[in-house]
């Protein structure tokens, strides 16, 4: 998302988003966001007019929708697709980015929850459908590799609370020991 040929208000989510998986909502400041996003300053006020509310929500729609767009593509590159393997795929995906910015940055709607969620409630509906729009897909994945809907449906919410948590632990930690051990201890439960 992130580039000269999107608008500002493009830019303007991304940055959002890159700022709610640093530090949460409450240490998202308004003015550091339009300032990386390299937007006018006006821009805020035009575009979201829901103020920093909708800009958050906004961010955490992109980010469910970008995590949606990573399962297909892990998917589609995969020669012989199995839950086992797209869940290493997503924690691989995950390791990499943690280590590439020194643990700094975890998942935007995690960091949107565990800030404000229960004193925020369109942060709060918005987490939830973002997470909802990450785990359909991995549903829809799981299902075409031969499992139930109901299986399907089960396995993805353990697929996504397995990688949360093991993110806030590897961030907490630094390393990413909790990740490969969610990947290869959750092997034999998703492929059985």
């Known amino acids: 998302m992130p580039g000269p040929s999107r608008g500002p208000r493009e830019r303007m989510v991304y940055e959002t ?36 509310d909708q800009l958050v929500a906004e961010a955490l729609q992109w980010s469910g929708a970008w995590a ?7 998917v589609s590159g995969m020669r012989r697709p199995s839950p086992s393997r797209l869940f290493t795929a997503l924690v691989d995906e995950w390791s990499a980015d943690l280590r590439a910015r020194g643990f700094e940055r975890g998942c935007p709607v995690a960091g949107a929850v565990v800030d404000c969620a229960q004193a925020n ?9 973002a997470l909802e ?17 109901r299986r399907a449906e089960t ?14 632990l590897a961030r907490a930690s ?5 990740l490969r051990l969610v990947a290869r201890e959750l092997a034999p439960v998703l492929d059985a």
């Open 17 to 52: 988003a890159q700022q709610l998986r640093r530090a949460g909502v409450t240490a998202t400041g308004l003015r550091h966001v339009v300032a990386e996003a390299d937007a006018p300053r006006g821009s805020l006020q035009h575009y979201f007019p829901g103020g920093k």
């Open 68 to 74: 949606a767009q990573r399962v297909g593509a892990h």
């Open 121 to 129: 409630e369109t942060v709060r509906r918005a987490a939830a459908a």
């Open 133 to 149: 729009t990450w785990r359909t897909p991995i549903t829809d994945a799981l299902v075409a590799m031969g499992r139930t809907r």
């Open 155 to 168: 396995l993805s919410t353990l697929m996504l609370c397995a990688l949360e948590g093991a993110l806030v």
């Open 174 to 178: 630094r390393d990413t020991a909790p």
